[in-house]
């Protein structure tokens, strides 16, 4: 009897719909990634990229990074709480890497959720990924502050301490200021040059700017 009711829940978890087994934020977008994890899964020990669409708009990341085995699995505008809650079994543990590379907390941020609250996911987000794979190097990117969402200029910034002040101490856990170097030498502010139309994004020459950060940690 045990028998047939296992097979019985192995044939509906088989005909069940991929938008009921990933009925959550973005879901088609893991769905992506699982069909090319299926078909070339990433060697563990990798160098992951992972969070929103600073992330996911990362054109020529592996690229940039050739010499390294890079995966990137930017998630559309993912939230940091989404990936506490959803992500990390489908995106993060499975490929086992050696290095974690986060960038998230912005739209949460332009959200109305509080600094403290990101802190908080973050510290969350810490924790899962310890009692998983408790060797790897985690590499938190600071929230960067895009023209668009000037309004929020406070609140990053005191996410971003508050989370550089959470990783202080703590062994393979590492803050990176990837926001000032996207500022303008002038009027220390955000420079529009380095950002796309929608003042959100960025244009190849603020990765340039991102690139010239990372790769002290990336070797």
């Known amino acids: ?13 088989f005909y069940l719909p991929v938008s009921a087994q990933y009925s959550f934020p973005f879901g088609n977008e893991i769905k992506v990634f699982k069909q090319q994890d299926s078909v070339n899964f990433p060697k563990p020990k990798g160098v992951l990229f992972v969070g929103s669409s600073s ?3 990362w054109d020529d990341l ?5 010499a390294y085995p890079v995966i990137k699995r930017g998630v559309g505008g993912s939230k940091l709480h989404e990936w506490v809650q959803y992500y990390m079994p489908y995106i993060l543990y ?13 739209n949460d941020i332009a959200d109305g959720i509080p600094a403290s609250q990101v802190a908080q996911d973050f510290a969350a987000l810490c924790q899962m990924i310890r009692k998983k794979l408790p060797k790897a190097n985690v590499y938190f990117l600071s929230i960067k502050q895009s023209p668009s969402r000037a309004k ?9 301490q508050q989370i550089k002040q959470f990783i202080k101490g703590k062994r393979r ?14 009027t220390q502010q955000p420079d529009s040059a380095y950002f796309k ?4 994004h960025l244009k190849p020459n603020g990765y340039d700017r991102w690139e010239e950060v990372l790769r002290n940690y990336i070797k």
């Open 152 to 160: 929020y200029y406070s609140e990053v910034t005191l996410a971003n």
């Open 197 to 200: 139309s929608d003042y959100l």
């Open 62 to 66: 592996e690229h940039r990074f050739a």
């Open 1 to 13: 009897m045990k028998k047939l009711l296992g097979l019985c829940l192995l044939l509906v978890a």
């Open 55 to 57: 992330i996911r708009l």
């Open 173 to 186: 856990t590492y803050f990176i200021d990837v926001n000032t170097p996207l500022f303008n030498s002038q």
């Open 94 to 106: 499975p490929y086992k890497p050696a290095k974690i590379f986060i960038y998230a907390g912005e």
